[in-house]
């Protein structure tokens, strides 16, 4: 067995927790605690939080400490735009060559997020979905583009999970999947592009929902922690 060293094995931990949102964004990351709970020294922590900050998911700012990177609206904006360029072109070539078994792995994500929708379980959607939208990056036969499009939506994935908590956003998310799986398996290039391109930019337009469900949130939590501390 590969031994993994214990950098990439904090790292890998803190990215999972990020992208599942156990750290929200502009949230501090204590490097004494993490040593704490990874059972390490600081050497790795600090090691795992400088790769964090070159794949854009934290920030370090001297004299300040680390941070989960929290985007300003018109720097999501144009990360959703991007992504909805990636996603577009990867459904498109998906459409021309996933094989049957991609395919039919496609239609149980489907189904796993209609069975979320229907119980309105956001967490359990969230990871549906992200299955759902790997399936079909996996599936475009462009290793560069699968890359790349993976890495951009794990810096949205936060931004993402808190916009399927806007009112109806589950019930219209879960309808254009079902636009791209029929695009998809009916080899229809042009509808599969422009149905994955706007299922992800009608994110963009919604940003003002967001951010009122992120500082809804944001304040919830600190009203808990404060609540903790009396």
């Known amino acids: 067995m590969v ?3 214990e950098a990439q094995r904090v790292r890998d931990a ?8 156990q750290y929200g964004p502009g949230e501090r990351l204590d490097p004494a605690k993490l040593q704490v709970e990874f059972g390490c020294s600081r050497t790795p922590v600090r090691e795992a939080l400088q790769g964090l900050e070159r794949s854009g998911l934290v920030r370090i700012r001297p004299k300040q400490g680390t941070y989960v990177t929290e985007l300003s ?5 144009e990360r959703f735009e991007l992504m909805a360029e990636l996603e577009g072109m990867a459904a498109r070539l998906a459409s021309r060559r996933i094989e049957r078994e991609p395919l039919a792995e496609l239609r149980r994500a489907l189904e796993e997020c209609e069975r979320h929708e229907a119980a309105g379980d956001a967490d359990g959607y969230y990871y549906a979905n992200a299955c759902f939208h790997s399936i079909i990056y996996d ?3 462009n290793g560069y583009l699968q890359q790349q499009a993976h890495d951009l939506r794990r810096i949205l994935q936060p931004y993402r999970r808190l916009q399927l908590r806007a009112p109806d ?3 219209r998310s879960l309808a254009e999947h079902h636009a791209i799986v029929e ?4 080899g229809d290039t042009e509808t599969a ?3 994955a391109r706007d299922h992800v930019l009608v994110q963009v337009k919604e940003f003002s929902q967001l951010v009122r469900t992120w500082n809804r949130l944001r304040e919830a939590r600190v009203g ?3 609540a903790q501390l009396q």
């Open 14 to 21: 803190l990215e999972n927790a990020i992208v599942d949102g």
């Open 139 to 141: 599936s475009c036969g």
């Open 183 to 186: 695009a998809i398996s009916s």
């Open 224 to 226: 808990q922690t404060q």
């Open 169 to 171: 956003r589950m019930r």
């Open 193 to 195: 592009e422009n149905t």
């Open 73 to 77: 609206i018109p720097e999501l904006a």
């Open 3 to 5: 031994r993994v060293p």
